[in-house]
């Protein structure tokens, strides 16, 4: 009789740590901040030892509220330094303006250049570029914390890498000179921090290949895992104005198609640039949705140029495309540990839906918080939200969580908590991702609610038994990893894997 007892208790206990299925209401149409995703304004200078600044003095309260932007496209002209060092006051000016950014609660797309217009195609040299960037990398390492992306720039005016006299002709993406720029960028630019390049060519000439980045060589600090993509032609015709292009085709599909499975995991984003053309804007401004969901892109420039970016507004396209643009997590359902003991372990499974055009990219933390009060505890979950793919995918934590010794009993409310990974911006919730829930985000401190609480007891189970087996995905997801075979079908490329199995841009299986 006593076993029987002592077996229906333990029964009891283990019954007791596995709570029921919560499920949550998705919030699909507020548009609302995250950090490293949206809409973006531009800011700049020809930059002067009297005039240092591009941000500082450029910002208020009010900056990109409307839009609720959280990315400032900054643009530093170098066109009085192109023989000479960086003056110290240039360099402590870009200092100020990152910090002044980080006043603010934003990040930058960054970009350096010689010349601003058509007329004056005489950039730096190679040489030069070279020390500048020598001179810039402490200064882009301490501040990267808000550095989303750094755009290759440097190279031609604008840094778009066109119009210019010292690296060739405009056709040509990839030369001696152009190489030199791209390997002092690699080596220059902070290793956990994407370089976007202009033409996607520049990636096929540097490696001498065209086959996209496979899944599992994806976020491993690379030079070709670090190589990402602008594209300021977002649009226009000819195939984005060379974005597209091969040596063959003005618009070459399996250019498209390289991209489109590329920026599963390295960053897209840029501007459209119809400036002067109604004709062609009315035409095409449409296409925007499905061109972002396709190229996974996580940041567009508001206002440039406005035939296009008006017409969004006045269509409801635009806040389409500010809910969409970049990530957008939102949780479906959870399965928690109802109790756990201090020093034991706890279970975790949450089922989460992206409904972005693109993932995240740069390094970010998850933590499960446990919160009783003022005392809270943000224990670390070994979850990668740069995995968790875009357009409607599912992807899921499940793993078991060690509840610290140290932890006090008591009852805990839980939520999900994905802050900066950078020491010197993590405690601001303005940095942290909030998830597209109804109800769960609280943003005086970053966290998302979990509508559960963990009880921890000392009589509670040191292990909670098996993790439920869990469906990670809604569809199909092709294996990155796998060597595709490009098909363009009725004008629509598709990716064909060894298995016979065909997926479209978006990643739905077709057959």
């Not at 959870?334 to 995240?360: C, E, F």
């Not at 963990?454 to 809604?474: C, R, Y």
């Not at 894997?497 to 990643?507: A, F, I």
Request: hydrophobic share 35%; charged share 20%.
């Amino acid at each position: 009789m006593k076993k029987i007892v002592c077996l229906f208790l333990s029964l009891l206990s283990l019954l007791a740590v596995q709570a029921a299925v919560i499920t949550y209401v998705p919030d699909n149409t507020t548009v609302f901040r995250n950090p490293e995703r949206g809409f973006t304004e531009e800011m700049s200078r020809k930059v002067s030892v009297n005039k240092p600044n591009v941000v500082k003095g450029n910002l208020s309260s009010t900056w990109g509220v409307r839009y609720n932007m959280t990315l400032a496209v900054v643009l530093y002209n170098f066109n009085y330094f192109k023989a000479q060092d960086l003056p110290d006051q240039v360099l402590a000016g870009f200092d100020e303006d990152m910090q002044e950014l980080r006043n603010y609660g934003l990040k930058c797309v960054l970009r350096f250049a010689y010349t601003e217009s058509e007329s004056d195609k005489v950039d730096a040299t190679p040489d030069w570029v070279e020390r500048h960037l020598q001179q810039l990398a402490p200064h882009l390492e301490s501040n990267k914390d808000v550095i989303y992306v750094v755009e290759a720039g440097f190279v031609g005016v604008w840094g778009e890498w066109y119009y210019t006299t010292n690296y060739g002709n405009e056709t040509q993406h990839l030369n001696p000179n152009r190489r030199r720029v791209v390997d002092a960028l690699m080596l220059r630019v902070p290793a956990d921090r994407f370089v976007l390049f202009r033409y996607p060519t520049t990636k096929f000439d540097y490696f001498g290949s065209e086959e996209p980045l496979p899944a599992d060589s994806a976020f491993t600090g690379t030079t070709r895992a670090r190589m990402g993509y602008h594209n300021d032609a977002f649009l226009h015709n000819w195939g984005n104005m060379g974005t597209y292009a091969s040596d063959d085709l003005d618009d070459d599909p399996a250019v498209r198609q390289f991209i489109a499975t590329e920026t599963l995991y390295t960053p897209n984003g840029g501007e459209t640039n119809i400036d002067d053309d109604n004709a062609l804007a009315e035409s095409r401004y449409t296409l925007a949705p499905s061109e972002m969901a396709t190229y996974h892109w996580s940041f567009c420039g508001s206002s440039y140029a406005t035939p296009v970016t008006s017409r969004w507004r006045n269509s409801g396209l635009f806040d389409t495309l500010n809910v969409h643009m970049g990530y957008r997590y939102n949780l479906i359902d959870a399965q928690l540990s109802d109790s756990a003991a201090p020093g034991g372990k706890a279970n975790v499974t949450i089922r989460l839906r992206n409904d972005g055009y693109a993932p995240i990219y740069n390094e970010r933390h998850v933590f499960l918080t446990l919160k009783n009060g003022n005392t809270s505890y943000s224990l670390p979950l070994t979850a990668d939200p740069r995995r968790w793919l875009p357009n409607g995918f599912v992807s899921a934590i499940n793993e078991q969580l060690d509840i610290p010794a140290s932890v006090p009993e008591g009852t805990y409310h839980l939520y999900l908590y994905l802050p900066d990974i950078s020491e010197q911006i993590m405690n601001d919730p303005r940095y942290a991702v909030r998830l597209a829930n109804q109800g769960v985000w609280d943003a005086e401190t970053g966290l998302n609610d979990l509508g559960a609480t963990l009880v921890v007891n000392a009589s509670a189970p040191l292990n909670p038994g098996e993790l439920p087996s869990v469906e990670t995905a809604l569809k199909s997801t092709p294996s990155a990893s796998s060597k595709v075979r490009k098909v363009l079908e009725n004008g629509a490329v598709s990716i064909l894997l060894p298995d016979g199995r065909k997926y479209n841009v978006l990643g739905q299986c077709l057959n």
